[in-house]
């Protein structure tokens, strides 16, 4: 049973520049949430994403934007890069019907130069 | 708002010590509490979790009790060893839709 994947692993870009980054939930999940962590944080909420619609957004700017996909995986788009993005980009899936258990991804590390 | 307070760090212990890392939440309802682990290089793995007061959450030695009349969630293990080094965070979640975390405590175990 594949848990949650994420692509691609690293990534470097330049402020100014948009970035798209993928999550394939785990098998059997409907909600995908994105979280940014900074180096030596915790994970902050982005927003999460339920029938393919933004069901809650923490305290990110319009830069950030999100997608679902029928299959359930989901994108996050951030544009306009600020040296300040740079992070771990982690996706967390659950069953929405099930526990408040999210199962995390590896995450995508962003640097933006 | 909801956000959850931990022990900072770094905690450095000899292998076999015991070990706590505190945390407190504040919420305006009733959440779910959980520790989860990071080790280098890595997503989140979920540790332990609680749902309701004085549930016990334990896993792998792990263990952290649920106390609503402290908002409390330490987390313990009576012996550490040196593959329990890592970053450990709290949080809590009151719906499917918002985790909040600590900022996390960086544990390294020395042989």
């Known amino acids: 049973d594949a848990g949650v994947t994420q692509s691609p692993t690293h990534l470097i870009k330049t402020r100014g520049q948009q970035v798209t980054l993928r999550c394939s939930p785990k098998?059997?999940?409907?909600?995908v949430s994105w979280y940014q962590q900074a180096l030596g944080q915790g994970p902050q909420f982005i927003f999460q994403y339920y029938e393919e619609e933004e069901r809650q957004r923490g305290n990110f700017p319009d830069r950030f934007s999100g997608h679902q996909f029928p299959n359930y995986s989901s994108e996050l788009n951030v544009n306009a890069l600020l040296l300040g993005d740079s992070a771990l980009y982690l996706c967390?899936?659950?069953?929405?019907?099930?526990?408040?258990?999210?199962?995390f991804g590896p995450g995508t590390r962003l640097t933006v130069t | 708002g909801d956000s959850v307070t931990q022990m900072e760090g770094p905690v450095t212990l000899s292998e076999e010590a015991f070990l706590t890392i505190n945390c407190t939440y504040t919420a305006t309802g009733y959440p779910s509490l959980f520790w989860y682990v990071q080790y280098p290089g890595e997503g989140l793995q979920l540790l332990l979790k609680?749902?309701?007061?004085?549930d016990k959450g334990s896993n792998k030695g792990f263990e952290a009790t649920y106390r609503k009349e402290t908002t409390s969630f330490h987390l313990e293990k009576g012996s550490v060893q040196v593959s329990d080094s890592a970053v450990y965070f709290c949080?809590?979640?009151?719906?499917?839709?918002?985790?909040?975390f600590g900022a996390g405590t960086r544990l390294t175990v020395k042989p």
């Open positions: 967390a899936s659950l069953q929405t019907s099930d526990s408040y258990e999210q199962y």
């Open positions: 949080a809590l979640i009151l719906n499917n839709n918002d985790m909040r």
């Open positions: 609680a749902t309701k007061a004085d």
């Open positions: 098998s059997g999940h409907d909600t």
